[in-house]
């Protein structure tokens, strides 16, 4: 059970986050989002300013949930640096990769708006990475670049290509903007109220809105992306290894890590994983990507000096 402090620690934080946002003006100076809040609807589109503070509201909301690993000691500081710096290139690196959602497989369906809000998102503040301390394998993706590895996930991988594989598909879900189309489909373009939403944020008005959005939001990420998404963010992440020098196959080597962890552990209706698409199909899906578009690491990076490299520099951070 969690301590009390903390709990309210975080509601505090999040409760900061709406002052922040109100704050500083970026709700009087986009008229489009404070008209939408006020009447407990989500916006069409958010700014990636505005991306950013949803995104530290949701994951406030996270490690509420999961208690975060703190940068206490060398060791734990050297691992978070060392994911940022992860993602932080693989997101850089994968910039050229293509955002459209025939190309990437034709799972889901947007509109021409839709398509060009995707290819026009950029992150406000790059990314930001986070470790949660639980066994539980599970990651998050909130919009405006905050991504939350479990040390779970972390142990689950056998070296950095996998590890890489995980950010590239969570980063997926950020860059396709998965997150705010759920939520706008799942409720019909209303700020959904639960009952821990309104237990954190009762009334009305601009900062409970953003409250009960942000928690809502994160109890909805708790439950995992719709199939399609998952396929997608796959493809996408695929191809983001290779751009960034991985190799693509280490998408396939994770997730058939991830069919090993199920095998041996009864995940529980309400898990994250259990709301992932059957991973056999996710497999088959990858491995045939790799095969029609003949996707291969950098021959620079797939060097067994470059391979043995990147091993030394997990194993130390994580072994």
Not at 7 to 22: D, H, K, S, Y
Not at 44 to 70: C, L, T
Not at 240 to 253: E, F, N, R, T
Not at 279 to 299: F, P, W
């Amino acid at each position: 059970m969690q301590n009390k402090r903390n709990v309210w620690a975080n509601r505090l934080l999040l409760a900061g986050i709406v002052c922040t946002v109100a704050g500083c003006g970026l709700f009087n100076k986009l008229k489009e989002t404070v008209s939408a809040l006020e009447d407990a609807k989500v916006a069409d589109n958010y700014e990636p300013s505005e991306q950013y503070y949803i995104g530290r509201g949701v994951s406030a909301v996270i490690v509420d949930k999961y208690p975060p690993v703190e940068a206490k000691d060398q060791g734990s500081e050297r691992q978070i640096t060392y994911v940022n710096e992860m993602a932080g290139y693989i997101e850089a690196a994968s910039k050229g990769v293509t955002r459209s959602a025939r190309k990437l497989g034709d799972h889901t369906k947007r509109s021409y708006d839709e398509q060009e809000h995707v290819y026009n998102l950029v992150l406000f503040k790059g990314m930001q990475v986070g470790l949660l301390q639980t066994d539980d394998v599970t990651a998050f993706a909130t919009p405006g670049g905050f991504l939350w590895v479990s040390m779970g996930t972390v142990k689950m991988c056998n070296n950095e290509d996998e590890l890489a594989a995980v950010i590239a598909h969570e980063l997926a879900h950020i860059i396709l903007d998965h997150g705010m189309a759920n939520y706008r489909t799942a409720y019909k373009g209303q700020i959904f109220t639960s009952t821990l939403s309104e237990t954190w944020f009762s009334g009305d008005g601009l900062g409970a809105n953003f409250g009960r959005l942000v928690t809502t939001f994160a109890e909805d990420a708790f439950k995992g992306y719709n199939p399609e998404q998952e396929f997608e963010a796959d493809n996408w992440g695929t191809r983001a290894l290779a751009a960034s020098g991985y190799a693509p196959d280490a998408m396939v080597k994770m997730l058939q890590s991830v069919e090993a962890y199920e095998k041996a552990h009864e995940i529980d209706p309400e898990d994250y994983l259990a709301h992932h698409p059957p991973i056999g199909e996710r497999i088959k899906a990858v491995q045939d990507l790799i095969k029609t578009e003949k996707l291969t690491g950098n021959s620079k990076t797939m060097t067994p000096e470059a391979i043995t490299a990147r091993n030394k520099r997990f194993e130390e951070a994580f072994k």
